[in-house]
Structures are given as C-alpha cells and as structure tokens.
C-alpha cells in the first residue's frame, strides 16, 4: 500500500490444513508466519523454515514478474502498421505479376518484377526507424533527468490518459512532523510536550515515525526536564496501540507517562485535565474528543492522545505490565503533519491540462488523504475503500 508499517508475528498457532496450503490471505493473516523477503524491525524469535525460493509467496511473485510480458499499445500499433504492409504487398505482387506478365509477354521478367516489388514493400527499415526516433525520445528525457529503461515506455507515456499515484512519499514529503502539542480544549500546553518528549526520549525499543517526529521537535529545546531517569517500558504493540514509559524523578517518584491511539486511550482512562484540575472522563468528554480527532484528521493531522499516572512507587525499579496501563489522567493531543511536496500541485496541473487523469492509491486513512488531495489541486470525490 505504500505505507512502511510494521505487522506483529507471534508464536500463536495458526490451524494450518496438512493437505492444502495456506490461501493468499489467510497466510497474511497468520500471525505465526513470516515472509521471505521481510525485515525485522524488533523483537527475536526461532523460525523453521518450511519453504524457500521460488517455492515462497515472495519467490512466486518474482517468478510471476519474469514471465511473459504482455504486448503494450506500441507492440500493438507496430504488429498493425506491419500486417497492412504484409496484406498490401500479398494484394500487390498478384496484380503486378498478372499485369506486367500479360502485357509484356515475358512472365520471367514479369516474376523478378513482383518480386521486386514485395522486396519494396516490406517494411525493412521499419524497426530501425522506430528504434531512432523512440532513442532520440530517451535522449530528450534524459536531459530532464528521467532515465527510460525500456525504449517503448515512451510511446505508453505519451498515449497515457489515467495516472494511478501513491500519496506518501509522492504527492506528499513522507517526513512527519509534529505540528501541534495541544491541551483538551485545543491550546498549544508545555506540558504535553514534556510528557511526549519524556515518553519517546525514554522508550528504547524501534521508534517509530512519530517518536522521531517528537524528538526531532524538541531537538533545540533547553527547557525540558534532564534529570528524569527511566525505571521501564511498555513496547507500542498493535494490540494495545499505546507506548508506555516508567520514570522517576529526583525524589524518586514513579510516574506513567502513555501515548497512543485515541480509542485505545480511551479505554484505559478515567480522567481529564482541564486548567491544572482532575475531572472525570464522561461520555461527553469521550464524545468532545472523538469530535476533535476527526476535526483534526479531516484537516489531515494524525492524532495521539498522552496521559500519566503517578503510581505512588519509589526506588530503582518497578516492574511495568500491560496491567499498569489503568486509571490514566489524560493531558492533551499531539497532532502530526506528513506536509504536501511543494512541486505536486505544479506537476499534477501539467497533468491535468494534458488530459492526464490521476487516481491516488493509499493505505492511509480516508480524511486525511482527502486533506492532501485538495492540497495539491485534487478533487478528491468519494473515496473507495
């Protein structure tokens, strides 16, 4: 889909038929298999191999990807030019042998005549006509810095009337940022930037693009709290969709500071903090902040929410369960911007005042792909999911 995001592998066991092989999809779904050609991004496990080369899924594509390619719209208008030279030449040489033979009397000379015609009739130098000027096409897009690997990709790029294009990475800059650090009435607070920075600064397993995003923010910053020390971690996992970190600071209190997705916070939280006070989350706050998350995915932000629990321990460690993760206060959003490129707008009018088409296939979600879709001149329409 265009999206680098990681999928969990576990030792749960998957019923597996001994007789027939996995489908397609229940084999991506298979949480105890792994795929050949795929990173591990954290965590360690002991695999048995049950298939290799070509006998992979992975293996199966490559074979798919070498096979026979089908015939383009250029192989296509080359075969035709060539048939009709072909059929012209098998109506000519007839009539020309017929015609020359009768009336000269000399059907030898009538012979080498015809054969001279269909001789001038084939198209010799067709290919190599094609072959230059398709090369002085490659040429001319080289100087614009577009390298053509197949000499007939030319002609299918000018013939083209539909686009297909990912969003991340093409129409937008695929670098998230963090753009906003906002309290639960939706005002920029200090206090949920100390709390995100301490939780992505202290959690060690694979950082995603939103810690990054998080520490690249704070990079500069002088005036958020060093002497906090880690006690322990709760990996993101795509279960709980939350990253949980246990610090201490210099009295040695213990405090819980979570991030993560808006439902799955939700879940796990029991009140607010409005202007410095500890209120109860009811419905209507759960209802306000599901109404301000899709605000903000309808301008194009993903959302995190971030709360803390101070958990009343001391010392120099404390054990950290997905049990602990209870009872949090939340504190704010972080809102994250993965911003159009500057030249998409530009590129995609071009396009469209050609008569070019353009389709976007994404796997991100829905509101925020029409966010970027405007950005860069696109009439989103409805989308397909």
Request: hydrophobic share 45%; aromatic share 6%; net charge neutral.
């Amino acid at each position: 889909s265009g999206e680098a995001l990681p999928v969990e592998k576990s030792c749960r066991l998957t019923p597996v038929n001994a007789v027939q092989p996995l489908s397609e999809s229940a084999l991506f779904k298979a949480a105890s298999v792994c795929l050949m050609g795929t990173h591990v991004a954290s965590g360690a496990a002991t695999a048995v191999v049950v298939a290799t080369g070509s006998r992979t899924w992975f293996g199966s594509l490559a074979r798919k990807l070498v096979g026979e390619r089908a015939p383009t719209a250029f192989d296509r208008g080359v075969n035709s030019v060539s048939w009709l030279l072909i059929r012209f030449m098998a109506l000519m040489v007839p009539v020309v042998l017929l015609l020359n033979g009768f009336t000269k009397g000399d059907w030898l000379d009538a012979t080498f005549f015809a054969l001279a015609v269909a001789v001038g009739l084939t198209p010799e130098m067709l290919p190599m006509i094609v072959s230059t000027n398709l090369a002085k096409g490659a040429m001319a897009m080289a100087r614009r810095k577009v390298v053509v690997k197949r000499l007939e990709a030319i002609q299918n790029l000018g013939a083209m009337d539909l686009l297909c294009t990912d969003k991340t990475g093409t129409l937008t800059e695929d670098q998230i940022v963090l753009d906003r650090h906002i309290d639960l009435q939706g005002n920029s607070d200090h206090q949920v930037l100390t709390l995100a920075w301490l939780n992505s600064r202290h959690q060690s397993s694979h950082k995603n693009l939103m810690d990054r995003a998080v520490l690249a923010f704070t990079r500069h910053r002088h005036d958020l709290p060093q002497h906090w020390r880690k006690i322990d971690e709760l990996p993101f996992d795509f279960e709980r969709r939350r990253l949980s970190v246990m610090v201490a600071d210099e009295q040695g209190q213990h405090l819980l500071i979570c991030k993560g997705a808006l439902e799955e916070m939700l879940a796990v939280s029991t009140h607010v903090c409005i202007d410095g006070q500890r209120q109860p989350l009811d419905d209507a706050w759960r209802n306000r902040l599901r109404d301000r998350a899709a605000r903000l995915n309808e301008e194009g932000y993903r959302v995190l929410l971030i709360g803390k629990r101070e958990t009343g321990a001391t010392g120099w460690y404390q054990h950290l369960t997905a049990e602990d993760e209870c009872d949090l206060t939340l504190y704010g959003m972080l809102t994250f911007l993965d911003p159009a490129k500057e030249s998409a707008a530009a590129a995609i009018q071009a396009l469209q005042e050609k008569g070019v088409a353009i389709k976007v296939l994404t796997g991100d979600s829905a509101a925020i792909s029409i966010k970027i879709c405007r950005d860069v001149g696109l009439e989103a329409g409805e989308p397909l999911l």
